[in-house]
């Protein structure tokens, strides 16, 4: 950590889509260095910020913004859907522009102002096979070997979706970690359990690798409605029903793009006595 920062403090931004929170640092403001060891310490409700994920915004070489995220753990994501929304609506509201592009591990992704305060990102098309995923081993990802025949699908982090009867049934504190380490995902994987609703609307519950249960999930969400619609139980434009709200997610042939609301709640400073506890 920087001298600025011990002597300081070090500004942050507190957001949420959905209920999926964020802590946001904007290192253009600051030259103080993001670690695992600081987005633990930050993630811990109780005596930190409390967070879903965290995520760090730094100029951009190839695009407007780079983008960093942090799980709760301390461990990277090179994707987060709704953090990625929440960052692009500050940025557009900060500069005026009605588009912004965010240059992530993902790749480059395009936001935009959907009107009636939403906005949209273009999260890149889906990852459909098993090599890039990653799964451990050759199999169908539209019917893994897994109890429950789950679909597996990338979408910059790996995902592992259940259809069932009834999402709101399902034991997902239990489920959760038990799918997040299962040996076909050597890099661990973010857990969904979906119901069908509709032709166009699902309810899905998630659970996210290196945090557990959120209320909503960008990338998670992405990765249901693609499946859903490989499995032939929607089509390609479908409404998702969260634990924290309705996200849009629509399978173009761009890729896949998510409309929702975002939320800045709170800009704050972590004080130089936090930030000497690491």
């Known amino acids: 950590m920087s001298d600025l920062s011990q002597t300081s403090g070090l500004p942050f931004m507190k957001m949420h889509g959905l209920g999926n929170d964020f802590v ?11 670690t695992a060891p600081l987005a633990r310490a930050l993630a811990d409700r109780h005596r930190g910020v409390g967070f879903d994920q965290l995520a760090v915004i730094e100029e951009g070489q190839a695009a407007d913004l780079r983008l960093t995220f942090f799980n709760a753990d301390g461990s990277l994501s090179a994707a987060c859907g709704n953090a990625t929304r929440c ?13 912004v592009t965010l240059q992530t591990e993902r790749g480059i992704l395009i936001a935009r102002d959907a009107g009636g305060r939403l906005t949209s990102v273009n999260m890149g098309p889906p990852v459909l096979d098993w090599r890039e995923i990653p799964l451990a081993e050759d199999v169908d990802p539209l019917h893994l070997p897994i109890a429950g025949d789950p679909v597996a699908t990338g979408m910059g982090n790996p995902h592992c979706t259940f259809f069932v009867e009834d999402a709101e049934a399902v034991d997902l504190a239990t489920r959760g970690p038990e799918i997040e ?4 995902y050597p890099e661990r994987t973010n857990v969904q359990f979906a119901s069908v609703i509709g032709p166009d609307h699902l309810r899905m519950r998630v659970w996210e690798r290196g945090t557990g249960i959120t209320l909503a999930s960008g990338s998670s969400s992405c990765a249901v409605a693609v499946a859903a619609a490989r ?3 929607t089509g ?5 029903t969260l634990d924290g709200g309705d996200i849009q997610i629509e399978w173009r042939d761009d890729g896949v793009w998510m409309t929702g609301p975002t939320a ?15």
Do not use: C, Q, Y
């Open 264 to 278: 800045h709640v709170f800009t704050g400073v972590l004080t130089p006595e936090f930030l000497r506890g690491l």
């Open 236 to 240: 390609r434009s479908v409404r998702l």
């Open 231 to 233: 499995r032939g139980l």
């Open 181 to 184: 380490h299962h040996p076909l």
């Open 24 to 34: 946001v640092i904007d290192a253009r403001e600051t030259d103080a260095a993001v």
């Open 87 to 99: 960052i692009a609506r500050h940025e557009m509201n900060r500069t005026g522009a009605s588009k």
